[in-house]
């Protein structure tokens, strides 16, 4: 019963146990069974193998987020600021209360990480969407293309920003010098504050729908053939099939997709950072959530600031995951 | 595969069959050019002099050079930054690997979904709101700077990589491999150990794989911790914009030096990272 579930691999192991004639027993052939130090600590290591296994994990991501999440609580809380070992003071909530009304940074910084979420979000399952359904049915040359779609989201993000101020600069860009040839009006994309949020939200879009596609091809290539087939039979079109089998049953698959992108689209900062530098360029045109919560930390030391800054944003991001989830639960009935 | 082309088809379908089939090839080229092209560009301007990537009109003509490769490894001397990312990234995973894989083991057999969904909060939490307490805590201890901290905070990175991929290639191997093992006299440890982890190795090669990736191009934990000997390719690559923002032909051999590794580890790994990415995404 048991080799005959066992996979190719495993034959090795498990072929003496169908082999007829006498079984070989390791423990027959050993020269003589303490029951020494060693076997005890083996069934102790057993008895406790789950918590054993799984504690180290636990406990340095534990360490790692419960100290960082409480302290960030506390400092929140008063009026740190300068070097680490600066005392402070408790000043209760009005780190909260002077982001709250703070309409210079605070709240433009708010709604640039929601439009840019929101705008990167929207294109990246669309796209994502429409490159699963293109890659979905077997070719030629398929490993080459699924191979080279891996490229823009394996490479360096910090390089992806040094690549597009290239491609993008307005004098020298190739793209802009492509837009001058089509008589079209040549822009500023990275360097215009009123286009670089916008360009930086695309640029999210073309390193990251790879990523969703890959993910929603997964979640096609494991869907049932049987609604399909009723599908056909019952005369449903191309169209009628992927509007009422296809979504349907891939829901499950682009709300777990659209998770990931939120949350990471949510946080972006390395490309932000990287082409746009300190404050989000000079009039704060890209300044997101993240950007400003780094500025204040890292390079103005408001750590009290900065920290009822990050509690926000937290809030923010666990708002955006409550958002899907109701939408995967609602997609689901 | 397909049900639906194994039915009869009416016969004046076929040419239009072909049109689709075309109109794909086209639309899959499209998405091929608007992913490669800008990477492929990077990486001509990074073989051609400022002067001839300054005029697209002799772009595409110019000669290659490789002055701009020996600039970033002499003039802005990259070596070490090279080195130090290769080993942040190396011993990273390796940790993540040690730790992750016995707790992706466990989670499997023993269905600690908790485990996981808690392990994946390190995906969910923006790494600058982790960064102040963990800023303050390294500095009282007088740690900052140095790679132990570096290594273990890029763990941070790797591990939830190396959980969720390892917990669903352990689901798949079944559990029946163990059992027998531990007929033979095996203790259930010894059995993860010599039975199911080196039938692991795909899954194994996968995570690891996808952890060196994400840590390799991780920039904010070294940005904040690390210091003139400890700082990686990407915080070098993103000062070296600062002081050398003209010099277009060094910005972009220095980015492809920092992609390249990635997308070649990508490219003959092409299977293991899609499986990769597809379960580690889902998991979260």
């Known amino acids: 019963m048991i080799t005959g579930t066992a996979p190719a691999g495993a034959e090795p192991d498990a072929a003496h146990l169908s082999a007829p004639g006498p079984v070989f027993r390791p423990e027959d052939h050993r020269p003589e069974r303490r029951r020494g130090l060693r076997d005890r600590l083996g069934s102790w290591i057993d008895r406790h193998l789950k918590v054993l296994f799984i504690a180290p994990s636990v406990a340095y991501i534990a360490t790692m987020i419960a100290f960082p999440i409480l302290y960030t609580v506390y400092l929140s809380l008063t009026n740190s600021q300068g070097a680490v070992t600066r005392p ?226 937290l809030m923010l991001i666990v708002a955006a995951l409550a958002v899907i989830h109701i939408l995967r639960k609602a997609g689901q009935q | 595969m397909n049900t639906v082309t194994t039915l009869p088809l009416p016969r004046r379908r076929t040419s239009r069959h072909r049109l689709g089939s075309t109109l794909r090839t086209v639309a899959i080229a499209v998405v091929l050019a608007v992913l490669l092209l800008p990477i492929v560009w990077m990486v001509l301007a990074s073989l051609r002099t400022t002067l001839d990537i300054v005029d697209p009109q002799r772009f595409l003509t110019a000669g290659f050079t490789l002055d701009n490769y020996r600039g970033v490894l002499s003039r802005y001397n990259f070596s070490p930054f090279i080195a130090n990312s290769f080993l942040i990234a190396f011993a990273s995973t390796l940790i993540a690997l040690v730790v992750g894989a016995p707790a992706a083991f466990a989670i499997s057999r023993f269905h600690v979904r908790n485990a996981t969904a808690f392990l994946m909060l390190a995906r969910v939490l923006p790494g600058v709101s982790l960064l102040v307490p963990w800023f303050f805590l390294f500095s009282t201890l007088g740690v900052v700077g140095g790679y132990p901290v570096l290594i273990g905070t890029h763990v941070f990175v790797t591990l939830p990589f190396v959980v969720a991929v390892m917990a669903g290639f352990f689901t798949s191997l079944p559990e029946e491999l163990e059992e027998s093992a531990q007929v033979d006299g095996l203790t259930r440890a010894g059995a993860f150990l010599r039975i199911t982890l080196p039938l692991s190795v795909p899954g194994l090669a996968t995570s690891a794989i996808l952890a060196f990736i994400f840590s390799w191009n991780n920039f904010l934990f070294a940005l904040v911790l690390s210091s003139q000997q400890t700082r990686t390719l990407p915080v070098a690559i993103s000062n070296f914009t600062a002081y050398a923002s003209v010099d277009w032909g060094g910005l972009m051999a220095a980015a492809v030096v920092i992609t390249l590794p990635v997308i070649l580890v990508a490219l003959v790994a092409q299977k293991y990272v899609v499986s990769g990415l597809a379960a580690g995404a889902t998991k979260g």
């Open chain 1, 88 to 313: 402070f003071d408790m000043v209760g909530l009005e780190n909260y209360t002077h982001w709250l009304t703070d309409t210079d940074r605070f709240w433009p910084a708010t709604w640039r990480t929601i439009y840019y979420t929101a705008l990167a979000l929207a294109l990246e399952m669309v796209f994502g969407l429409a490159i699963a359904l293109l890659l979905r049915k077997s070719f030629r040359g398929q490993g080459i293309v699924r191979a080279a779609i891996l490229a823009p989201l394996v490479a360096t993000p910090v390089a992806i920003g040094m690549m597009w101020m290239l491609l993008l600069e307005p004098n020298i860009g190739i793209v802009n010098h492509m837009l001058g040839n089509l008589s079209l009006p040549r822009l500023g994309f990275l360097t215009s504050p009123g286009q670089a949020l916008t360009t930086l939200a695309l640029i999210d879009v073309w390193q990251w729908t790879p990523m969703v596609a890959l993910i929603l091809l997964a979640g096609l290539s494991s869907l049932p053939d049987e609604p399909y087939e009723a599908a056909s039979v019952d005369g449903a079109s191309r169209l009628q099939q992927f509007w009422y089998v296809t979504l349907p049953m891939l829901w499950p698959t682009m709300a777990a997709a659209m998770m990931l992108r939120a949350v990471d689209a949510l946080k972006s900062f390395d490309v932000i950072y990287a082409t746009k530098g300190r404050g989000g360029g000079s009039e704060h045109e890209v300044e997101t959530l993240n950007i400003l919560a780094y500025g204040q930390s890292f390079e103005f030391s408001q750590y009290g600031r900065a920290s009822a800054l990050l509690m926000i944003f």
